[in-house]
């Protein structure tokens, strides 16, 4: 057993994967191996790949699989861990040489799940900024205040146990695929630890937010937290979680969501679904003692947001735009 196993998954990433391999390459962990999980590339992504797990046959291995999208490559890859720590990256994104080193270190304080912050990244680095890996918000545990975090699955390392073990994987098909393996595991964790510095690179592709806008699939939201409600019901969990998972429904349905729900085709749709969401799962969401963390702009936004002004919202947002 290797102390840490990464997995990456790949599709058609040939202008950026050099760099994410070159970062992993690069890791003061000797002690730990990369998974590639080409899926399905139609493009120079799988050769890349390849020098590299010839270059560094001891630490990369290059897996392939008909194209089934980055939960079923996340996915196709777990049974291939070796390591006794599991941790993802995604393929156009790039870390700092120590990242592994350290989120291991944290790990075997008897942690299990390690966070650490993000550097949004673009081409103009002017515009680079930092995302906290853990919110700063008083909670009553650290589970809690992990939960009022981000859920992206890549800027953490989890116990190899969680999915080799436990058998938790990630949806199929979707988007927002990392939300419910990454709340639910943050639930069940008896130790959480955080990697206070920014070692993690998540890059910017100009206009991917705007296109993802137009694309169906934005919907997708709505059967995730489905999801996450069912499996916290099914743990138990959804009493001891309520507040937090309240908030997870009113950051992704009514507050940041809803900008992006805005800017969509879809955005009368959406509105109508998520409110019809709140009124039934957490009709007393106004209420939720989290929102005085959110800064004035977007406390005005989630009480002035309604049936009656989204018409005016829409235009405005996408005039700006």
Not at 265 to 288: D, G, L
Request: with cysteine; proline share 3%.
């Amino acid at each position: 057993m290797v102390k840490v196993t990464v997995i990456v998954p790949m599709y058609n990433v040939q202008e950026y994967v050099s760099q994410c391999l070159e970062s992993l390459a690069a890791q003061t962990l000797r002690d730990m191996e990369v998974i590639l999980v080409d899926d399905g590339c139609t493009d120079s992504t799988p050769e890349i790949a390849l020098k590299f797990s010839d270059q560094y046959p001891d630490r990369f291995r290059l897996l392939h699989k008909t194209n089934g999208g980055l939960s079923d490559a996340r996915n196709y890859g777990i049974p291939y861990a070796k390591g006794k720590y599991i941790a993802f990256l995604d393929s156009d994104d790039y870390v700092e040489p120590s990242l592994y080193e350290k989120m291991s270190d944290l790990m075997e304080q008897g942690n299990d799940a390690v966070v650490t912050d993000i550097e949004y990244s673009w081409k103009d680095t002017s515009r680079n900024y930092v995302m906290k890996g853990l919110s700063d918000w008083s909670a009553e545990t650290i589970q809690k205040k992990a939960m009022l975090s981000p859920m992206f699955a890549w800027n953490k390392m989890y116990k190899a146990s969680f999915f080799t073990e436990d058998g938790y994987r990630y949806p199929i098909g979707t988007w927002y695929e990392d939300t419910p393996v990454t709340a639910r595991i943050f639930a069940h964790c008896h130790s959480i630890g955080y990697l206070n510095e920014c070692l993690i690179h998540y890059r910017q592709r100009e206009g991917s937010i705007m296109a993802s806008c137009d694309d169906p699939r934005i919907r997708d939201i709505f059967h995730v937290m489905e999801l996450v409600r069912e499996e916290f019901e099914t743990d138990g969990l959804e009493k001891q979680y309520h507040d937090e998972l309240e908030y997870l429904h009113i950051e992704h349905l009514c507050l940041y969501g809803m900008f992006r729900f805005i800017r969509s085709p879809f955005w009368k749709e959406c509105y109508q679904t998520s409110r019809a969401v709140m009124m039934t799962c957490y009709p007393q969401w106004h209420s939720n003692s989290y929102l005085k963390n959110l800064s004035r702009k977007n406390q005005y936004f989630l009480r002035f947001y309604s049936r009656g002004t989204a018409w005016l919202f829409h235009r405005l947002i996408c005039k700006g735009d």
